[in-house]
C-alpha cells in the first residue's frame, strides 16, 4: 500500500509499505480522507513518537469504509454487527496517513449518512479531545463559565459546540479578526483577540466571578494567567504546549484559595479501554447533535494527500480555522 514517509530530512513523500494485519479485535479500513493534527507536526519533527506497539506513520483519525473485521468483532453502536463496506470514521494511535489503516472496533464510529469522507476525518480527534478535555476531566456543569484557548482550532471548535450544547458561557482567545467572525458564528458569546487585548484585564473586568473551567493548549506563561481568571473551585486542563513548557511564576496562594484542580492529559497514549470508554460516552451524549446537525466538524482546507507538505505549513503558521483535511486518491 501507499503511504505519506517521513525521510531522513524530515519531508513528506509517498512511499510503499505492507498491508498492515488485523487483530481478532479490530477492522481494516481503507482510507478515503486523513484529519490533520498538531501532533503530526510533532512526531514528524521527532518530537512526539508513537506509542509503544503502534505504526510509526503519521495520522490520529481517518474516515472511509471496512474491508475487512476480525473474528472477535462485536455490533457496533447501532446495535448491528460491523461489516464490509460500513462507512466509517475513527481514532486511532498511529498509521492513519495511509491507503488502509487497522482500527479496534470499539473505537470507531458510523460515518453519518450526511457526511463525506472529509467531514468524517475532521471529527474523532477534536470531538473526543474537547469531549474529554470538557466532561471525562473537569466535570462540566450546565451553565457553567468556560474559557477556550485558541479558540478557532479544531478541538476550539469543537469544545466550543459542547459548551454550548450544554448552555455555557464560553468566551474564547484568538489572534486575528477573522478568527473572531468564525468562533462567534459557531456560538462563543465572547472573543477575545490576544493580539489587541490582554485576555487577564478583559476577564476581570466581563467575568469577574471567573471561568469554572479553562481549555488550555497553549501552557507556558499562560497557567499563571489561568490561574488569576479562575473561579473559585474552578479547573484548568492542559493539552499542549504551545507557549512553552515551563511557567516562571505560579502563584501557590492562590490555587489554594480558590481550591483549584489543574489537569494534563493526552489522548494518543491512553489504553484501548479508555478509548473506547471515550467514544461509548460521546456517542450516548452527542453522537445524535452530530448526525442531525446541532454539533458539526468544521473544515478549513482539503487538500489531495499528494500536498500534504502544503496542509502542513497551514498549520504551523496558525493560518487555519478549524480543521485540515487529506483526501486520498
Known sequence: MKYIHVDNQQALVLSQTVMPEIAVDECLIKVHAIGINRADLLQRAGKYPAPAGESSILGLEVSGEIIQCGEAVSANHLAKPWQVGDKV????????YAQYVKVKA?????????FTFEQGAACAEVFLTAYQSLFSIAKLADKSRVLIHAGASGVGSAAIQLAKAKQCHVTVTVGNESKVQACLILGADAVINYQHSDFVSWSKTNVPSGYDVIIDVVSG???AKNINIAA??????????LGGRYCSQV?????????????ASTLRNRSDDYKAQ????????FYADLVNGRIKP????????????QAHEKMAKNENVGKLVLLVS
Open 89 to 96: 470514521f475513527a481514532l486511532v494511535a498511529g498509521g492513519g
Open 106 to 114: 470499539a473505537q470507531l464510529f458510523c460515518l453519518p449518512e450526511k
Open 221 to 223: 506563561e499562560y497557567l
Open 232 to 241: 473559585l473551585d474552578g479547573h484548568i486542563v492542559t493539552l499542549s504546549m
Open 251 to 263: 502563584d501557590i496562594a492562590k490555587l489554594l484559595a480558590k481550591r483549584l484542580t489543574l489537569s
Open 278 to 285: 471515550l467514544v461509548k460516552s460521546f456517542i450516548n451524549d
Open 298 to 309: 468544521i473544515i478549513d482546507s482539503v487538500y489531495p494527500w499528494q500536498q500534504v507538505e
